[in-house]
């Protein structure tokens, strides 16, 4: 376990208040808005009035009952939400006061309590370059946090990143329809058509996660870097303009990539920094979730 239990249960505390007023004052109604049960379902039936639709005229009752009766069907609001969690050794780099595991785990935090609120399923699939855990669906308040617990304990897994891979389980394991939040700093190859695939059959919600210091290097002289995947050391010397430009340009560049990925295949997307609150990026999702719904 990567911090003890005792360490462990007071992040998860602090993240159950903030996360809990955020959800009552910010979240409630929103996310019920946004997404959707899997269809309908039957609920009564009921007299004809004028105007009913005829084609949902219940025959048999209807033949029972001397006139006629029609069908009533609401929406079937149950839903499975499951997070797809990166914790390869890269996800325990911050800059400032929030790794991006930790960033991670206030996420699934939020969406988790958001999703308990409105009576929903909620899984974990944790997984670097190979499948890690998987927690199945689950419905409460217990399940939610243990699914934060389980993110925050994973923090520094020293192994690679498949996102391929988890994908391509989540597949497997999940074969009702799901929302899927796959939360990873996307430094991997080569996902493309897993990631398409797992869009066809989820409503799967992107969500990259970056540091400041990901995408621009500070002039801070001589300094050591270790690739946490490969443990690999390079010495860099951060005062030469043009290795930071160089450094800005391929950060800049890897970017474009991922957002032409994401447009391509019609995908919501939920950028996160480990810099900035995460509640407004989740904001910002379900504003455009709820404008695309109403536009059709």
């Known amino acids: 376990m990567a911090i003890d239990t005792k360490e462990l249960m007071k992040q998860v505390g602090r993240l159950r208040v903030l996360t809990n007023r955020l959800v009552d004052q910010q979240l409630t109604g929103a996310y019920h808005a946004v997404f959707k049960g899997q269809g309908i379902e039957f609920d009564e039936v009921r007299e004809y009035a004028f105007g009913d639709d005829v084609r949902s005229i219940d025959w048999n009752v209807t033949a029972r009952m001397g006139h006629p009766y029609i069908k009533r069907f609401s929406e079937e609001r149950e839903l499975t939400v499951i997070f797809l969690v990166d914790i390869s050794g ?6 400032g006061t ?6 991670a785990a206030e996420l699934t935090c939020l969406l ?22 998987c927690i199945p669906p689950r419905k409460g308040r217990t ?28 597949t497997s394991v999940q074969k009702r329809r799901a929302v899927v939040f796959l939360i990873s700093d996307f430094l991997d190859n080569n996902y493309d058509k897993a990631l398409r695939v797992a869009s066809r059959k989820h409503d799967l919600i992107c969500c990259p996660i970056r540091d400041p210091r990901e995408v621009e290097l500070p002039d801070v002289g ?11 050391l390079m010495l860099v010397d951060t005062r030469s303009a043009s290795l930071r430009a160089h450094f800005a ?6 970017q474009e990539t991922l ?3 994401f447009t391509r295949n019609k995908m919501d997307r939920l950028d996160l920094s480990t810099a900035q609150p ?9 504003r455009r979730r709820q404008v695309r719904s109403k536009n059709g």
């Open 222 to 232: 001589l300094i050591e870097i270790e690739n946490a995947e490969t443990g690999e």
């Open 249 to 254: 340009q391929q950060a800049s560049a890897e």
């Open 259 to 261: 957002n032409r990925l």
């Open 98 to 103: 929030r790794s991006k595991a930790e960033t």
């Open 90 to 95: 890269s996800q325990c780099f911050g800059s």
């Open 143 to 170: 399940a939610a946090m243990r699914l934060v617990r389980e993110v925050l304990a994973a923090e520094e897994t020293p192994h690679g990143t498949d996102i391929a891979g988890a994908l391509r389980f989540l």
């Open 278 to 286: 995460v509640i407004d990026e989740v904001r910002r999702l379900f």
């Open 112 to 133: 988790a309590l958001s999703a308990i609120k409105n009576q929903d399923n909620i899984g974990l699939i944790l997984f670097s370059d190979r499948i890690e855990k």
